[in-house]
């Protein structure tokens, strides 16, 4: 029916939008973690460590998505690392011992990438062409405004709530989950159908992805550092930093 109709759409414009949650919602608390943590140069390397870890993460959850999806399909595979991911994100509202803390960040990263490529490979399912086109550039905006929404809000948050109360944002992740559950969702394997083009079709990308690698590394240093280095200079109130940040 159209309620099933827009859950499925909704789960297919999702993964770039989930995929933002690794590091935006920590943007703003860098400072907070660093002190809670004891502060001084190992405060500080936790924090960095907590917005670093879930890349290394998604280096180990990249491979496994696609063997994941063949095996289980869309359904549990989207629900689970959904759980996974808001459970894991969540760990900074509950978790005090540090070592927990960041294995749970690594965690972060694997469902994330999973969750990610899970919703992805459902959009190149239901969709073709000018369509598909389509809906990765929706894709792309979502994950652009997402992004800088995760970190207002979780400064805000953290602002009038603590620092803690911020990781409750992964708490959204529930909901779809449970999309995921009570969507109709179509069979992930079509060996009759899906043909693969290879290393060849990444060709004429290549310059545009390395044009991307020195952006992202840029805007992966801010989020890494910004909180401290503004902290250090005065600038403590999470929902100022989130805001320069977002900036």
């Known amino acids: 029916g159209l309620f099933g109709a827009w859950l499925v759409l909704i789960l297919a414009l999702s993964g770039a939008v989930l995929s933002s949650f690794q590091t935006a919602v920590l943007a703003p608390l860098g400072s907070s973690i660093a002190e ?17 870890l879930p890349a290394i993460g998604v280096i180990a959850g990249g491979p496994c998505a696609a063997w994941l999806l063949s095996r289980f399909g869309y359904r549990p595979v989207i629900a689970s690392h959904a759980a996974i991911l808001g459970l894991a994100g969540s760990s900074g509202l509950y978790v005090d011992d540090m070592h927990l803390f960041l294995a749970a960040r690594l965690f972060v990263g694997f469902s994330a990438v999973v969750l990610f490529g899970g919703l992805t490979a459902l959009t190149g399912r239901l969709f073709a062409g000018a369509t598909l086109s389509r809906m990765i550039s929706y894709q792309t ?88 280095l503004m902290a250090a200079n005065g600038i403590k109130d999470p929902s100022l930093q989130s805001a320069a940040i977002a900036a």
């Not at 809670?36 to 670093?52: C, E, K, P, S």
Request: charge should be positive.
């Open 141 to 228: 905006g979502a994950s652009a405004f997402s992004g800088m929404a995760w970190v207002l809000l979780s400064g805000w948050i953290a602002s009038r709530f603590g620092w803690r109360a911020s990781f409750a944002i992964y708490w959204l992740t529930a909901i779809f989950a449970i999309m995921a559950l009570v969507a109709w969702l179509p069979p992930a394997d079509d060996r009759a159908t899906t043909k693969s083009a290879g290393w060849a079709a990444l060709r004429p990308v290549l310059p545009a992805l390395f044009l991307n690698l020195g952006t992202f590394a840029f805007n992966f240093m801010i989020i890494i550092q910004g909180s401290l």
């Open 36 to 52: 809670h943590f004891g502060g001084g140069d190992r405060g500080a390397m936790v924090a960095q460590l907590a917005i670093t």
